[in-house]
């Protein structure tokens, strides 16, 4: 009698484990298939609502996926980090079409500029990126591009957009950010420099009311300090001064967030209300409000020409100073 009832132990005991085997599989399976319908249901929708038809295959480019977040590297070292909303494409073909995206460009492991834009697509093989609608750049101290779409290329770490672009530089202690507009941006992200190459026209207002209003051929900006060089046929006008030259530098201070100065050199042409005067090069000192001209200086006033070693326009230009007098005032009739 003890044998029997062990066989019925032993016989129930099997019929549990396999109910465990039969049951659980079912209910995971069950699980799944739901899972899997409920897919098919959403895909089936969005073809509906595409215009393709219900029961139709669906293709790899037709896959979607959210929160998409990228990093490529180079060399053992970040070269840009990616995050979008939501992105599709086709594993196969490995390119995606993105939507509402970000790109951090990175620089010896640190962000040297950032991205954004309505659209992006990246290139499988080449690890090249588009960006498109609404597309910003911002570099790390400060200054912002707006242009219709960059692009970027992996092997040569540039960031570049052929179109029209609008820069406002960041703000100091002597007024406003300069705001510009000009066409074709190109970025150096390794050396952390930003170009307008074409058509470049800008304003820097200052905190007294005056401004510098410049046109040039192109300019040229630095992601590590306020810097801005402007290059080829520069024109520029600030107070009741006009000024021409093939190069002009706006400097800071050493440390300092404060326009200190501006630099025209290359053979500069100056010229206001009474004067006209040309020097291989001119500073204007605006903190200690004087114009400095160096370089076989030669002004005219009135009938009276002066020359000079050195020529200095002290209190705004009121004020005359000559070093180094290589002749005599003249009076001449023009």
């Excluded at 840009?80 to 993105?98: D, I, P, R, T, Y």
Aim: proline share 3%; net charge positive.
């Amino acid at each position: 009698m003890k044998k029997v009832w062990n066989y019925v132990f032993i016989a129930l005991l099997v019929f549990l484990f396999v109910e465990v085997l039969i049951v659980f599989p079912s209910k995971l399976q069950h699980d799944d298939d739901k899972s899997v319908r409920e897919r098919v249901e959403k895909q089936e929708a969005e073809k509906s609502k595409n215009g393709g038809k219900p029961g139709e295959p669906s293709s790899l480019s037709d896959q979607r996926l959210g929160g998409v977040h990228l990093v490529e590297s180079q060399q053992g070292m970040r070269d840009w980090e990616l995050f979008a909303n939501s992105a599709e494409g086709s594993q196969a073909s490995g390119n995606w079409k993105l939507h509402q995206v970000k790109v951090l460009f990175y620089n010896k492991e640190k962000v040297e500029f950032t991205v954004t834009g309505d659209q992006g697509s990246i290139d499988a093989k080449s690890k090249d990126l588009s960006i498109i609608g609404n597309v910003t750049t911002t570099s790390v101290n400060g200054y912002t591009f707006q242009s219709p779409s960059v692009y970027y290329s992996s092997v040569k770490r540039q960031i570049q957009s052929p179109e029209d672009v609008t820069m406002k530089g960041p703000k100091d202690k002597t007024g406003e950010g300069m705001v510009l507009k000009g066409r074709k941006m190109l970025v150096l992200v390794d050396e952390s420099k930003m170009f307008i190459q074409e058509q470049v026209s800008a304003r820097k207002p200052m905190k007294d009311g005056k401004a510098f209003d410049i046109v040039a051929d192109g300019a040229e900006f630095s992601g590590k300090n306020r810097e801005a060089k402007f290059l080829g046929k520069v024109r520029m006008t600030y107070d009741n001064m006009r000024l021409e030259g093939p190069e002009a530098s706006f400097l800071y201070g050493s440390g300092a967030d404060m326009l200190s100065s501006v630099a025209v050199k290359g053979g500069v042409k100056v010229s206001d209300a009474d004067k006209f005067a040309t020097s291989e090069s001119v500073n204007l000192d605006l903190l200690a409000n004087k114009y400095v001209f160096k370089g076989s200086p030669k002004i005219i006033q009135n009938n009276d020409e002066l020359t000079g070693e050195e020529i200095v326009f002290l209190e705004g230009g009121k004020k005359v100073k000559i070093e180094k007098v290589r002749a005599k005032m003249e009076n001449k009739k023009r």
